[in-house]
């Protein structure tokens, strides 16, 4: 499959084109891209269309309360474009927004969006040009795997306003020089990690897989850096164990 015409669908799944030599994509009337929807595909550019004019959409989960001892239903907010889902394609040098979009942006090829307080970095392309690059002034978030995959970036700048870092989100990127605008330490996000399905190659097996001699319980791992990777290990609860854990954020040491 190297091209798809998605006209009538609203959302595009979880990793549904993950892997694949998909080189084009049309979508029209989207609302919502799930989390690695084309990770490690072979788009060259990518549009946006208006309908997706949502920055979060509200999910019902179904979620194990401590308190009553009861499943309960419980309505959460989750990014309308999932984390990284147009993250690490090498071929990808640009990332374009239709006309009538009043959340997302593009600039210079760069998915921007608009929040609250200012501006959320979405994704960065993996495959884009340049060496150095300085992140739109009144940013305040770089979103989870906005940088992740990068290969030719070498510098970013990030302005005064950031305050969060999402998870992964200079990940296995090429930069290696960080200029932070501002002397206030931003928050790192960290996640749950659950390697099944994860090549027993990839630093993050090796890192949170576990033995039948050493069971850790749910794991939470800080890779929003290449090279600052750390875990730790905390009891598992029910209601909190899975793909939604949300661990509470970080301060990075700036040096």
């Known amino acids: 499959l190297t091209s798809a015409k998605i006209n009538g669908a609203k959302y595009i799944g979880v990793g549904a084109f993950l892997g694949s030599a998909l080189q084009t994509v049309e979508m029209n009337a989207v609302t919502a891209v799930g989390a690695n929807a084309f990770t490690d595909t072979r788009l060259m550019t990518v549009t946006l269309p208006s309908s997706l004019s949502e920055y979060s959409r509200e999910k019902t989960l179904t979620l194990y309360s401590q308190s009553s001892g009861k499943w309960e239903e419980k309505q959460v907010f ?4 999932g984390s990284g889902a147009f993250a690490g394609i090498p071929t990808l040098t640009q990332i374009a927004v239709a006309d009538g979009n009043d959340v997302f942006f593009s600039e210079n090829g760069v998915l921007y969006a608009k929040v609250a307080n200012g501006y959320a970095l979405v994704q960065y392309p993996a495959g884009k040009d340049g060496g150095s690059y300085e992140i739109k002034s009144g940013t305040v978030r770089i979103e989870a795997d906005a940088f992740n995959g990068v290969s030719v970036l070498k510098k970013v700048v990030l302005p005064a306003d950031v305050t969060s870092i999402g998870a992964r989100a ?4 090429s930069v290696n020089d960080y200029t932070f605008k501002s002397v206030r330490v931003p928050n790192l996000d960290s996640e749950y990690v659950d390697v099944t399905g994860v090549s027993t190659k990839d630093i993050m097996y090796t890192l949170f897989a576990t033995t039948g001699n050493l069971q850790l319980g749910s794991q939470v791992f800080y890779a929003n850096f290449y090279d600052y990777v750390a ?11 899975g793909h939604n854990y949300k661990a509470p954020s970080f301060g990075l040491k700036i040096t």
């Open 78 to 81: 989750e990014p309308s474009v």
């Open 170 to 173: 200079f990940y296995k990127s």
């Open 231 to 241: 875990k730790r290990t905390e009891e598992r609860k029910l209601n909190e164990s």
